[in-house]
């Protein structure tokens, strides 16, 4: 069965630092990966996904991920945070067919500090 | 031009109460999802449709009965609520074919 590990509850960073949110997956086959953000009291926007091909991502938001085989890691970056990027983020696995149901990781919360 | 839609978007009832929330969407798809956030912000499936049909039906209560008049919409009812029921209720729905799902913005029910 899937299952996705976000091993930070909450972060903290400054506003215009850089980001890094970790996500591992456990997954037997062909992993479809996705990162969703959740803004407080809002629901839940599609920021990039993994599928095949190229390894890294380009989301919204200037939002990135790297796909780590490897690894089994699927983290989210971006080079200079903004004060609105304040949210809930989830990573998600998917299996190749559709129809499937994501499972989801426990979330991190993000917080921005000027 | 909304992609997945709920009603309602705050739901507050008493306990033993039986409630309904209403999940459409204008996309197209033809699978539907019902996902349950608890307090810790914890996402899990619920339900599944694809076509009207019902095709997962996770360690629900059967308290909690989905209902796909169509294609567009797939609705949860939920009898006799209880305090645990209180949650976030998202709907998603993606194609057969795609991987994808888009979420509507979710039903805050609370049960006191």
């Known amino acids: 069965a899937q299952s996705v590990t976000q091993p930070d509850i909450h972060i903290t960073v400054s506003e215009g630092a850089s980001l890094e949110l970790r996500c591992n997956y456990s997954y037997g086959a062909t992993p479809y990966l996705f990162w969703y953000v959740q803004s407080p009291g809002q629901g839940l926007q599609l920021l990039l996904k993994y599928f095949s091909g190229d390894t890294l991502v380009q989301g919204i938001k200037g939002f990135e991920a790297e796909f780590k085989r490897s690894q089994s890691s699927f983290n989210l970056r971006k080079p200079s945070v903004h004060w609105s990027d304040a949210a809930e983020y989830f990573c998600a696995v998917g299996a190749e067919s559709g129809n499937t149901p994501l499972v989801f990781g426990k979330g991190t919360r993000l917080s921005v500090i000027a | ?112």
């Open chain 2, 1 to 112: 031009d909304t992609a997945v839609s709920q009603t309602p978007k705050y739901l507050v009832t008493q306990m033993g109460n039986d409630k309904s929330i209403k999940c459409e969407q204008n996309l197209g798809h033809d699978t539907m999802y019902w996902y349950k956030q608890d307090s810790k912000k914890f996402l899990k499936i619920m339900f599944s449709y694809n076509n009207k049909e019902l095709i997962i039906n996770e360690t629900v209560p059967n308290r909690f009965s989905p209902k796909s008049p169509d294609k567009a919409h797939l609705n949860l009812h939920i009898n006799s609520l209880e305090l645990g029921d209180s949650a976030v209720y998202f709907c998603a729905s993606s194609h057969t074919d795609s991987e994808t799902q888009y979420f509507g913005p979710g039903t805050r029910l609370l049960v006191l």
